[in-house]
């Protein structure tokens, strides 16, 4: 019984690993397009759990870092981790720490998962922030935290909190469906 639940495990880390790399391909156009990652990165970790949605986003972060092309606009490698904004592709991994820390120490209610994705979409906003300043201003000269929240952040704040409201209702549908450890969403 044991083998069968670590297999499931793996195959569920494998395939949500794969839905991140999905929806990172998707993009909506807008004034500002954007991609559905963070809504992957929401759904992953908020229906297979801290454990199981870290490991997952860490795959989709390996498999990224070797070059297999799973990041926006079907790109990969390690160069597009160390570019401006690989910072917030790094950041996903510690969205799923906070999602996973938070649902250690509170469970797993709706709105412990809520308030998860809307801290860890902060930390991920923060690093990748903190990052594309570095690595731009080494490249390019020195850019303000305004400047560079108004080319990073704030154009995509209403779309991520949408994202984290679909997250939210998909993650009850699916974990009705994917076994989640029997904790209820």
Do not use: H
């Amino acid at each position: 019984m044991e083998t069968k639940r670590k297999t499931l495990d793996m195959v569920y880390i494998a395939m949500f690993s794969v839905i991140i790399a999905i929806c990172s391909w998707i993009s909506v156009p807008a004034t500002v397009p954007f991609t559905l990652q963070t809504f992957g990165l929401f759904l992953t970790v908020g229906t297979l759990g801290g454990k199981r949605g870290t490991l997952s986003v860490l795959v989709y972060l390996l498999l990224g870092a070797v070059g297999m092309p799973v990041f926006a606009g079907f790109t990969g490698g390690i160069g597009k981790l160390l570019g401006n904004t690989g910072g917030y592709i790094a950041g996903f991994l510690f969205s799923a720490l906070v999602m996973w820390g938070m649902e250690e120490m509170l469970g797993r209610k709706r709105w412990v998962l809520a308030l998860s994705m809307v801290l860890g979409l902060l930390v991920c906003y923060l690093f990748g922030t903190i990052w594309f300043m570095l690595v731009y201003s080494a490249d390019s000269g020195t850019v303000g935290l305004w400047t560079a929240l108004g080319w990073c952040v704030f154009p995509y704040i209403i779309p991520d909190i949408i994202k984290i409201a679909f997250a939210l209702a998909m993650c009850r549908k699916l974990g009705a469906v994917i076994r989640t450890d029997g904790k209820e969403i």
